[in-house]
């Protein structure tokens, strides 16, 4: 059974910096796409970025530049470093894991395995 667990959310002000982490147990992160998504009040959960199993790695236009996903195979982690936070950027966080298709960033298609999310508010 795969189990993924979010942690790393936190309160910061606007231009300041998070890293966020997903830890898996019963699932390979060496193989498929993986990524984080996001989701604040009232709108749709969007994909943030992604990671293919070949480490190449894909942004939403709104955190290129900014954001960063990576993983770290050994340890089953994988992570989303966040720079220069603005308030556009609080939302709960989700990690998922089985991202269907090519790997690019784009809305749930419904076959991700999901954790619990991680809250993140950027205060302005």
């Known amino acids: 059974q795969v189990q993924l667990v979010e942690s790393g959310g936190a309160s910061v002000q606007a231009g300041g910096s998070l890293r966020l982490s997903c830890a898996a147990s019963g699932y390979t992160y060496s193989t498929n796409c993986m990524g984080w998504f996001r989701q604040a009040p009232g709108k749709e959960r969007e994909g943030v970025a992604n990671?293919?199993?070949?480490?190449?790695?894909y942004y939403a236009d709104s955190v290129k530049g900014r954001f960063t996903i990576s993983k770290d195979n050994a340890k089953n982690t994988l992570y989303l470093q966040m720079n220069s936070l603005n308030p556009e950027d609080a939302a709960m966080y989700y990690c998922?894991?089985?991202?269907?298709?090519?790997?690019?960033?784009?809305?749930?298609?419904?076959?991700?395995?999901w954790g619990q999310g991680t809250q993140v508010t950027v205060s302005s």
């Open positions: 998922a894991a089985d991202v269907p298709g090519d790997c690019f960033v784009r809305r749930p298609s419904g076959g991700e395995v």
């Open positions: 990671i293919n199993s070949d480490g190449m790695t």
